[in-house]
């Protein structure tokens, strides 16, 4: 088995990959931030489609097929528990592509809509 792409020591299948088969959902802001990064290492756009919430959710969506994402850290989060119906996360995804390694710094706002935690 391989190591999950959002690096957290899990194999895919434990971690991100039930999430995107459906099989399980995440409880989470968190681990739906990490899924979703899994999900651009992988290019499964589908699921990047159904985690997005409705009033920011793309017609559809190309992944730029030059650019290979290389690692994720997450920095803070903010609320996003099972406790909670919204979240921040602030991460860091590297990636490399033709004109070398870069780094994406953004602060994602998650909300729960009917107990399922989608990325605005
Ligand atoms: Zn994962």
């Known amino acids: 088995m ?44 589908a699921y990047l489609l159904r985690t997005w919430h409705p009033d920011t959710r793309p017609a559809r969506l190309d992944l730029a097929g030059e650019r290979r994402w290389t690692g994720l850290e997450i920095v803070e989060t903010s609320g996003g528990t099972a406790f909670h119906s919204s979240g921040t996360v602030a991460f860091r995804a590297h990636y ?8 994406q710094e953004e602060t994602s706002e998650f909300l729960r809509i009917e107990g399922a935690w989608h990325y605005r």
């Open 96 to 103: 490399r592509d033709p004109e070398g390694p870069g780094v």
């Open 2 to 45: 391989h190591d999950c792409p959002c690096g957290s020591g899990r194999t895919y299948g434990a971690c991100c990959g039930r999430l995107h088969a459906g099989t399980a959902g995440a409880e989470t802001a968190e681990a739906l931030m990490r899924s979703r990064y899994s999900a651009f290492a992988l290019g499964d756009t």
